[in-house]
């Protein structure tokens, strides 16, 4: 398996392009099941995560292509309704078939896609709202079934403005007869970027980005050419590269809104963020101050870019409290980034961060995606080479980054484990 290596204490400099959004493009795929006709969708990034989807798509029926960054899908082959264990077992995002596939045929089997490193992550929320459609819903041999029988106008609460069980409900909705209406809807970019990309198809979908989201429901979806949003992740990623290598970094194809919890937060610990109509550029050269900082459901400061902002606190002198409040186990990088140096206690879900002016780079392991983001921005910070492993782990969501963060002068390299 292939490793990085970052040899840091280099003020990043230049300009860096932000590709689209991995948690916007996984759905939206998910919901080409939907159209009997062909989507195009554009700005699609290149990675592992969008290529298991794309597996799963095909798995069912449908026709995939792929060039450069444009993904075309035919859905008019659609004649499956069961994804098996080993493509749902690869991605947790692979249920969001389920709620198309619901709408599309009153049937659907989905091999449950189980915990994964970050916490249980359950399906309760997705699958009781399947339920409150009308859905009967089994749950056996491993498999999460559902069928459809008298379905019609419902109103439906989640518990938790779950991301995942948003989207699949709003695509279960979308061909069934009458009006559903979710309450404490989750009010991510990507819902909105979901439901701009359903109404394009002709569904009537609205309050996408508010708590509660009404879906009208439609005979069938048509064609459609759809453009998806920059990654939000990935851009505050590289905002935070900007700020702990104390660079100055121009970050392009970014959506100002939705990068405003992290922009926040880097101006309250010093940084100077400075926005534009074609990009926010970060200087990270000032004095840095430690900040107390809470993840949230969007509009809060997101669980995604937790294990980054701890890499930049760990490198500010003081004291900083992070506080997860979305996963209960997403503190797995602190054991690797002790490796580093870095001061951190952890109380269950609180991490109090003693920062220092120096880390040391360390042979680390990526234990999931973010985590090993955070890695790679610790890398820049310390002296000397850190190396990471399992990065696996960081190609299924950032977009040759290794590359991207070579051309504003950081010191990264790529190689193969032999
Ligand atoms: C999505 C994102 C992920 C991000 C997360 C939170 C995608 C592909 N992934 O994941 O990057 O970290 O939102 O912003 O978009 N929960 C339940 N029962 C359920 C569903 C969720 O208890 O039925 C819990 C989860 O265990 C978790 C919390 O709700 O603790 C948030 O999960 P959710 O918003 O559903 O995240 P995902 O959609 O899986």
């Known amino acids: 398996m292939d490793y990085l290596v970052v040899r840091g204490s280099k003020p990043l400099k230049g300009q860096i392009s932000v590709s689209g959004s991995k948690n916007s493009t996984l759905p939206i795929m998910a919901a080409s099941l939907l159209c009997s006709g062909e989507v195009v969708l554009t700005g699609v990034p290149d990675l592992e995560d969008i290529k298991v989807m794309a597996q799963a798509l095909e798995i069912l029926g449908a026709k995939v292509k792929r060039e450069k960054d444009v993904l075309i899908i035919d859905g008019s082959t659609v004649n499956k309704i069961e994804l098996p264990e080993e493509i749902s ?12 596939l619901l709408s599309r045929f009153h049937h659907a089997r989905v091999a449950y896609p189980g915990g994964c490193a970050i916490g249980t992550r ?17 749950e056996e041999f491993g498999f999460m079934e559902g069928l459809g029988s008298s379905l019609g106008s419902q109103e439906i609460l989640l ?17 069934l007869p009458g009006t559903t209406i979710l309450r404490n809807a989750a009010r991510e970019p990507e819902i909105v970027d979901l439901q701009n990309f359903l109404n394009r198809m002709g569904a009537k979908i609205r309050g996408a980005g508010l708590d509660t989201i009404r879906i009208e429901g439609v005979s069938r979806l048509g064609s459609v050419e759809h453009a998806v949003i920059p990654d939000r992740i990935e851009a505050g990623t590289f905002m935070v590269a900007a700020a702990i290598s104390r660079g100055e970094v121009f970050i392009e194809n970014v959506v100002l809104e939705h990068v405003q919890p992290v922009v926040s937060k880097l101006r309250e610990i010093g940084a100077e963020v400075l926005t534009y109509n074609s990009g ?9 101050r430690p900040a107390d900082i809470k993840t949230m459901p969007y509009p809060g400061f997101p669980t995604d870019m937790q294990p980054q902002i701890m890499a930049l606190l760990s490198s500010i002198v003081g004291t900083s409290v992070l506080v997860e409040t979305i996963f209960e186990n997403r503190f797995m990088h602190v054991q690797e980034l ?9 109380e269950g879900r609180v991490a109090i961060i003693k920062g220092k002016n120096r880390l040391e780079g360390a042979s680390v392991e990526a ?15 310390a002296d000397g080479e850190t190396h990471i492993n399992r990065i696996d782990h960081i190609d299924r969501g950032y977009d040759k980054i290794h590359v991207k963060l070579q051309s504003i002068g950081a010191d990264i390299t790529r190689g193969p484990r032999t």
């Open 338 to 346: 002790r490796r580093m140096g870095a001061d951190i206690k952890v």
């Open 367 to 381: 234990t999931d995606l973010r985590a090993g983001a955070a890695l790679i921005l610790a890398g820049l910070f």
């Open 159 to 175: 518990d938790f403005p779950s991301v995942g069980a948003t989207e699949n409900l709003m695509m279960a909705a979308v061909l």
């Open 89 to 100: 077992r690869k991605m947790r995002a692979s249920n969001l078939v389920m709620g198309a």
């Open 122 to 138: 359950p399906m309760d929320l997705h699958l009781k709202g399947f339920q409150s459609m009308g859905f009967t819903i089994k």
């Open 280 to 288: 926010i550029k970060v200087v990270g050269g000032g004095r840095l």
